[in-house]
């Protein structure tokens, strides 16, 4: 049996989950610099919190059920391993800030 029907099952859920992540991203901008007294505070929190259950429900029914299917488990140990690494290795700030972003720190080359 070849893995490459779960590999394309991944990426089809994948994709989907980029509408959520969008969708949430477009109210957050808008939510960006706003304050709570604003009168459109409250339903974009609405509407983010809506987006956010519904890209989380996505990921656990559709995106790491066939995430598990199509990686054999000795390479998802070892991307946790990364991952692991990864983290101990990474910015320890709270701030927000893009300099600070875990996106925007290199990989270690320990982890690769």
């Not at 070892?78 to 990474?90: C, D, I, K, N, R």
């Amino acid at each position: 049996m070849t893995a490459q029907p779960e590999r394309n099952r991944c990426r089809t859920a994948r994709a989907g989950g980029i509408e959520h992540e969008t969708e949430g991203k477009k109210v957050l901008a808008e939510l960006d610099g706003m304050a709570p007294s604003d009168p459109q505070f409250i339903p974009l929190m609405t509407k983010f919190a809506d987006a956010a259950r519904a890209h989380i429900a996505y990921e656990e029914q559709q995106v790491w059920p066939a995430f598990r299917a199509a990686l054999p488990a000795y390479e998802a140990y070892g991307l946790g391993a990364q991952l692991a690494s990864a983290t101990q290795a990474g910015p320890r700030s709270t701030s927000c800030s893009p300099s600070h972003s875990p996106r925007s720190s290199p990989v270690p080359q320990s982890a690769t």
